[in-house]
Every structure is written in C-alpha cells, then in structure tokens.
C-alpha cells in the first residue's frame, strides 16, 4: 500500500496500474506519470513529522511511489544543501542566489536520485536486470544502484564520455558498452537489448519512476526556504527529468495547501552545440526536433532528441520561463568562476547555469534582485577540467624556495 492513486499518461491522460511494472503509455507511447491522493498525504503527515525524519530524498516517503515497508535501494542520497551565493550574486550585481549543490549525492550527481528510485522501484515489481543508454553520469549511478542491491546492469555511452563515468560503472560490475554517435544513438540499442535480455529499460523517462526521484529536489527546495517558491529555477537540460519533475513537486505541495503563489519561472540552460529545447522555444514549436551533430563538453546537455520534449517546453511556458544556449568557453569560465567565488567545483554543465545567468541578466529577462536558484546537477571532479594555471613548482636551496613562493603569491 502506498499513496499512489494511478499511474498517467502525461499526453493522454490514459490510466495504468501502478502495482505492474511500467514502461511508457501502452496507448500513445508518451510519457507516464505517478498520481498520488494528496488528500490521504495530507491526512497522514505534517512538517513538523518531516523535520523530525532523518535526512534524504525518503524524508518525503509518502510522495514517493514506495509501498508501505518498502525498503529502498539507497546510498544516502538527497538531502543535499541548498547553499546561498552570496559573493557570485555580487558578481552579477544581484541580490539572493542559490544553489541546490546536488554535487554532494552519491555518485557525485543527481541522478542518483532518479535512478536510485528507479532501480527500488522495478526491482521491487520484478525487474531481474537494468539497461540503460547514458551520456555519462545515469550510466554510472545506475551501476552504482545496480550493485547495491545485486542486480545486473549494462550500459551503452557514446565513446566520449567521461572517463570517470566509464570507470564507476566497470568498477561497480555494470556491463559497459561503448560507441560511436550520442545517447541518441545508445537507445536505440537499449531499445533492442532490454526485450532480448529481459531486463528493465531505465532510458530517461520511458519509465515513471525516474522522475519521482527527481522530484525531490523540489520538495527539499520547498522545505529548504521554509515553504515557498523561489521567484526564478535554472536547469541545465539534457533529457529534462528535473525540468518536469521539480515543477511535479512543487504542484503536488501546492494541491496539499502547503505551499501558495505561482511557480518560479523555469529556464532551461543548454550548450550551443546542442540546443534542440532552446531552439523548439523560440520556434514556439510543440516539441523538439533531433539534433544533428551534438557536440559539447558538458556531457549531460548532449541528448539531440530528448524524450521528453514536449512536456519540458510546457513548463517553460506555463511558468513564463524560457531556455538559452551557451558557449563551451563561456561554460569552463563559468566553471573557474564559481570555483573562484564560492568553492564549488561543480561540473560543466550546471556550470552553464552561470554562464546563462549572465546572459539573462544582460537581456534583461530576469530582474537582479529577483530570488533565482541555480541546480548545480553534478561535481567537476568526475570531468576534465578546465584550462589552469600551471601550480608553481618549488627547487632549490631554503632561500630560493621561499623566495619562489613569496613571488607566486605576491607577498
Ligand atoms: C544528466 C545530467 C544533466 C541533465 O539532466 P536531465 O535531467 O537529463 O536534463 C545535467 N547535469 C548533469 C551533471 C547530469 O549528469
């Protein structure tokens, strides 16, 4: 028994059983979504039992598609901190900046809650294996979930991936499978192997459950600023599941009474060299159409033809928001920069949010002192970094050491 009312077809409202293992509307083929009784939520739990719940993305239990005693599959993720940015703001002349620093998961990313989700909830309604096509970070929290609870994982990355998205999945025992082309090309692939083996296809939101742990950043955000919405979201935007799931989140708050007022203006940040949500918005087109050639350092951004397309453009214009492309140089600035400031090593592509910023503030499509939360998806750690200067290397007698060392710092 859990809170889940029905399982949804977000195109056509068609309805699934949610005790059967889902894939995609067994009517349109589009996306499906997990419906809960808010009003039984509601009923059954309060803020004040939320505070007393240890940290992580099970704080939030009963919006979440786990059955009554369902033990999850989980390495501790969620709970990260919500950190204000207060020398960056003034770098661009704002007032309140934050970032949700989802670096500090498992696996170094936040894909460790969708798939940690994910991988609970099929094994639970019987999958016996997980295939899953990634650009890098899916790919090795899959693994990492598959492990840890002893199931078998394979998974097909493009052969530029990251090498340390590549290294954590083989580390964990997953089947790796490497090839030419993009995560578009993995899919397809997937798409054959997962009937053949018989295994559960985790491909980004061709299953509900992804997004229900992705989700719970918006439910910790909502939490995290004591029950109410920042004014602006940026996200950096590959197959979309935070852009759709953490304005599932706050809708589900809101319908529970805990939380008024309108959505924060979502944004999606991608690279130029792969932009296909950024360029179905200014076309006013109803989903996005596939990416010839993606290419960009910010591995996660290059998904041409995201599944989701269509649901991610309609938060985009329900909540008055909009999407914007950024350089690969202006991504690695972006990267020093925020190192720089704040001390965060976040990886390239919530690096672009910071890049963006700076853009939208420059068009003057958001105002400086509106209250904008950045999701930083990833640490840097897991990626080449960017170009840097070359550490100083100390030779020499005590003398010339020391002098080597004032002359670096400038003292
Ligand atoms: C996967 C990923 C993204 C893109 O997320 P989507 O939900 O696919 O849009 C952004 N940043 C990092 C670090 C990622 O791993």
Redesign the pocket.
Known sequence: MSFVSHVECTICGHRHDPARLLTVCETCGQMLAVRYDLERVRASVTKDALRGRPPGMYRFRELTPLDDGEAPVTLGEGGTPLLALPRLAAHFGMTTLWAKDEGQNPTG?F?ARGLGMAITRSRTLGAKGFVIPS????GGAAAAYGARCGLPVAVVVPRSTPAANIAEALIAGAHVFTLEGSIATAGTVVARAAPALGWFDLS?LKEPYRLEG?KTIGLELAAELGWRMPDVLLY????????VGIPKGYAELKAMGWLAGALPRFFAVQADGCAPVVKAFAEGAETTAAWEHPTTHAA??R?PSPFAGRQMLRVLRETGGGAVAVGEDAIREAQRLVARVEGIWT?P??AALVAALGVLLDRGALARDAEVVLVF??SGLKYEPPPLAAPTDLAGTEAEVLAQVRRAVGA
């Open positions: 990313s894909k650009a890098g970070n899916a980004t992705k950096p935007t590959g197959g979309g599941t935070g852009l996660g951004l998904v990886a592509e919530s998806t990833g």
